[in-house]
């Protein structure tokens, strides 16, 4: 990575790149751009990244109110049951709906039954500014659960996107070093949720305290406060 | 004649401001200039209730609380200042059916508290990510009976003045096209017109200050997650 980019809102985005002498054609605008008039100006502040080729742009920002993407994957609570589906709370404006036919196996005869205070693994399936967020907790290709459903026994708490986001890299330095001296369970939503399941109580304290001390520490910092929680332990 | 703070008559008072302060809403931010300060807190894109919300974009709501009793009309009118400079400059298009509720509170109120009122909302909006067509910017200025102007009044400077203004700029705006305008008092054209340049030249300022605190936030968050 080169030097970084710091942009704010209003300020325009020079975008014009040239590849082996001649200009791009298409481009593509991330979250935190946007087209206004006849420039390209940044709506978020944040780190401006674009993609080697120049044909991608994007903002990365930190947040603590989810909007939802397609494809991301969140930890949702069941706040209602219709005969169509589940009512769950993701963290945005709207509730996303979850259809009782989008899990492994669900058939008009076979459905769970999930009740209303349940905590959810599951992948945004639909989402756009004019609909409610739509998830599900299968691959509609495959028809598998990849690791997505009721997550059961545990503790869900709360975190920025941001925190999220780097939780969610198989590198996040807090996870490793959490998991290289305990066994638990993580599922980490990218929006702002997650949920930890352990053997006892007082090590799920441990493990949501150290991700959530882990905010604003890089890899060997986290590795020292999660070495200072486990002593105290 | 000085001024009951011994400033330059273009001097504003030492700003100051601290973003993300507040750790359970979505953004937050509080704005100081001098002793006159404000926090803003923002909850948003929310749902929006039924009878607020606007399907083609959302509705942005302002709640502004006073220092001292409950909310009277200045507060009102200060409320309605930092909705008619937002409600443009939020792309509000881009969460339809939505609510952004912004909450002020004043801490402390010596003068110009609508124009802190709208840089603490701009930099809360920022904290809260969401999206915004520029920054925007404001000041204060006031006529004295002898006919200077002085910018950045004082609660004691305004109770003299003949003539108070307040304007609002946005960054990617020219400095000839305010984003809002508040006059009131006596006043030439003249006068309106100095009052209007000093606000401008004062204003880029408070932008400058503000993208320096911005970027500092961002930087500090990209540092870690660069590693």
């Known amino acids: 990575m080169t030097d970084i980019k710091v942009v704010i809102p209003g300020d325009a985005v020079d975008t014009h790149m040239e590849v082996d002498g001649q200009e791009q054609q298409v481009l593509r605008l991330g979250p935190g751009l946007s087209h206004i008039g006849d420039t390209i100006n940044a709506v978020n502040a944040g780190v401006l990244h674009s993609s080697s080729d120049g044909s991608q742009y994007w903002v990365v920002s930190n947040k603590r109110r989810y909007v939802a993407a397609e494809g991301e994957p969140v930890v949702g609570v069941v706040v209602a049951r219709h005969a169509e589906g589940y009512r769950v709370d993701i963290g945005s404006a709207h509730d996303a709906l979850l259809p009782l036919l989008a899990f492994e196996g669900a058939t008009k005869r076979n459905k769970p039954n999930l009740a209303v205070g349940t905590t959810v693994y599951a992948r945004v399936s639909v989402a756009n500014s004019l609909m409610d967020p739509e998830i599900e907790c299968f691959n509609s290709n495959t028809g598998k659960a990849e690791g997505f459903g009721e997550l059961g026994e545990g503790f869900m708490f709360k975190c920025s996107l941001g925190l999220a986001r780097r939780l969610f890299s198989s590198k996040a330095p807090v996870l490793n070093a959490l998991g290289s001296k305990l066994p638990f369970e993580v599922a980490v939503g990218l929006n702002g949720r997650v949920w930890i399941n352990t053997e006892k109580p007082e090590t799920t304290v441990l493990v949501a305290n150290a991700i959530k001390n882990s905010e604003f520490l890089d890899a060997k910092q986290c590795r020292q406060m999660v070495n200072e929680l486990l002593d105290k332990h | ?227």
Request: charged share 25%; hydrophobic share 40%; glycine share 6%.
């Open chain 2, 1 to 227: 004649m000085s001024r009951p703070d011994r400033r330059e008559h273009e001097q504003i008072r030492a700003l100051n401001c601290v973003l993300g302060q507040l750790t359970r809403t979505d953004g937050s931010a509080q704005f100081s200039s001098g002793s006159t300060s404000l926090i803003c807190g923002i909850y948003g894109p929310i749902e929006a209730k039924l009878y607020e919300e606007k399907i083609d974009r959302a509705h942005i709501d302002v709640k502004l609380r006073p220092a001292i009793g409950l909310p009277a009309t200045k507060d009102k009118w200060a409320e309605s200042a930092v909705r008619k400079t937002f409600e443009r400059n939020i792309l509000g298009h881009l969460h339809p059916r939505t609510l952004v509720q912004i909450n002020l509170q004043v801490k402390e109120n010596d003068g110009s508290v609508d124009a802190a009122a709208i840089n603490a909302t701009a930099l809360a909006l920022v904290d809260a990510g969401i999206p915004l067509r520029a920054m925007v910017a404001a000041a204060s200025c006031a006529v004295r009976k002898d006919g200077e102007i002085v910018v950045d009044p004082v609660e004691e400077e305004i109770k003299k003045a003949m003539s108070t203004h307040t304007f609002a700029f946005s960054s990617n705006s020219p400095d000839d096209n305010p984003v809002y305008v508040d006059s009131r008092g006596s006043f030439t054209m003249d006068q309106y017109d100095r009052c209007f340049d000093l606000c401008a030249m004062t204003v880029q300022r408070i932008l400058a200050f503000m993208r320096t605190a911005i970027e500092g936030k961002v930087a500090k968050e990209s540092q870690i997650s660069a590693v």
